[in-house]
C-alpha cells in the first residue's frame, strides 16, 4: 500500500482526517511488522500533508484490533507552526 494511493482519494475530498482499516483473513486481527511499518509510513505523510491518520483498524474472525488503542500510529511529538 503506497501513501499516494492511500491520500487520494482524501485529497480529492478535501478530507482533514483519515481512518485506515483492512481484515486479516486468518482470523487473527494483531497487527504485522509490515502493518505497523506502513502505517508510520502513512502517518507521517499525513503530518507533511495537515491529513490527520486518527487510526487503523484491523479486522478478522469478529475481532479487531485499533492501532491508536495500542499505542502504535507514533505521530511525531512536534505540532507545524501556525
Known amino acids: ?3 499516494r494511493e492511500v491520500f487520494k482519494a482524501a ?8 481512518v485506515l482499516f483492512h481484515n486479516h483473513p486468518s482470523g487473527d486481527p494483531t497487527p504485522s511488522e509490515e502493518d505497523i511499518e506502513v502505517t508510520q509510513r502513512i ?3 499525513g ?3 495537515l491529513i490527520e491518520v486518527l487510526d487503523h483498524i484491523i479486522t478478522g474472525d469478529g475481532k479487531y484490533c485499533s ?6 500510529l507514533n505521530k ?7
Open 1 to 3: 500500500m503506497h501513501p
Open 76 to 82: 511525531s511529538q512536534s505540532e507545524p507552526e501556525k
Open 47 to 49: 503530518e507533511l500533508m
Open 67 to 72: 492501532m491508536a488503542e495500542q499505542g502504535l
Open 43 to 45: 502517518v507521517e505523510t
Open 11 to 18: 485529497i480529492l475530498n478535501n478530507a482533514a482526517s483519515i
